[in-house]
């Protein structure tokens, strides 16, 4: 699966993003996708995953304002980010694999495949 992350940008506090993350590989369908970011001089952390069954899980800082989505059809996930904060500015990145399990959604580790990377700041 090679994954393939677009939609950041420069947007002020209260604006609004959306990334996409286009996979290869007709079984995407099967793959949990997650969005992590890293901020600068910060560690990876994970943002949002939807699994293969649809249902969805968000780090508590974007529960509410940012909503992840997946249209297998187009082999794409989305992340739709609302009410977006300086807090946010980060590279997000998209991660994909079969195997994790909803308790190891958080660990960058369990994910085999990634996107490059898109820039999102956000300004004040």
């Known amino acids: 699966v090679q994954l393939q992350a677009s939609g950041g940008g420069l947007v002020q506090a209260g604006g609004s993003l959306r990334l996409s993350c286009a996979a290869s590989?007709?079984?995407?369908?099967?793959?949990?996708v997650s969005w992590f970011r890293q901020p600068p001089g910060k560690e990876r952390e994970f943002v949002a995953a939807v699994r293969w069954t649809g249902n969805t899980n968000y780090r508590d800082s974007v529960q509410g304002r940012f909503s992840i989505s997946r249209d297998n059809a187009k082999n794409t996930v989305y992340l739709q980010m609302n009410s977006l904060k300086p807090e946010d500015t980060a590279v997000y990145y998209c991660?994909?694999?079969?195997?994790?399990?909803?308790?190891?959604?958080?660990?960058?580790?369990?994910?085999?495949?990634w996107g490059q990377g898109t820039q999102v700041t956000v300004s004040s």
């Open positions: 590989g007709d079984t995407f369908r099967r793959y949990t």
């Open positions: 991660a994909a694999d079969q195997g994790v399990i909803l308790s190891q959604l958080g660990n960058a580790r369990q994910y085999d495949y």
